[in-house]
């Protein structure tokens, strides 16, 4: 029973990922209605726009014009996630997701962790990387990140056949496994910290139970962002971070059912 809830989260969170991959190319090649467009700008049943936010603070720091329909979809998005999900794009979402993972499973299983823990990287580094293309875009008039994004590049290879595209996500998958553990996703990737500082407040949250926490520190261990648990067997709360994806890997690595998804403000 242990072993099968132990993947739950997993199976799912890479049903959303896959899913999600498979209706943007019926909606992009086979013409089906359900979901139409990119990461970036897309509408669901023809009715409901979604925006990335970051995406349209770039195009606002360009100077361009931005539609009413745009800043909709941005407002829907950001109340999703940052009111509700959490930093749920992450994982459960974006598709690069799935080769980062991959790369840092690898890494744990060629023990490359032992020497080499992230020994140059802040963490703090994608929120510079966030100001940086704000400027660029300011400065450029081009949607910096956007164009260079290796999270569209995958998005779009995947869909329309990949280009050049499979040099970046190549890139990203060897620098996770050699360089530095999450290293792109926990510490470079802007659009992963744009969500980190918008879903502060929001209400789906890991809880952690200090009553049942035998400090095996399995979750710290496994943690993408593991500086979201300093409560980990001294006090009984929720995990506050924006950083935290939501990726239930704590919960389904404790053999002590000491982690469980909460309702923030809801004890
Ligand atoms: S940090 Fe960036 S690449 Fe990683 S999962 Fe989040 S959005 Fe995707
Ligand atoms: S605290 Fe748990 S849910 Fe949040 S990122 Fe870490 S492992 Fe994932």
Known sequence: MR???KY???????SSQV???FLFIAGNILGWNALRGNLSASIILGKIPLTDPFALLQIFATGNMISAEALEGALIVTVLFGLVCGRAFCSWVCPL???TDLA???REKMKLDAENRNPFLSRKARYWVIGISLVLSFATGVAAFEWISPISMFHRGVIFGMGVGW?????????DLLIARNGFCGHLCPLGGFYSLITRFSLVRVRHYKEKCTQCMKCTDICPERQALPM?????SMVVSGECTNCARCIEVCD????????????
């Open 3 to 5: 072993d099968m809830r």
């Open 19 to 21: 899913s999600l991959l």
């Open 97 to 99: 997701n799935m080769v």
């Open 256 to 267: 002590d059912d000491a982690m469980r998804f909460g309702i923030r403000y809801v004890s």
């Open 232 to 236: 980990v067997g001294k006090t009984s």
């Open 104 to 106: 840092n499973r690898l």
């Open 8 to 14: 739950k989260y997993m199976v799912l969170r890479r």
């Open 167 to 175: 040099t970046a996500v190549l890139a990203i998958f060897l620098f």
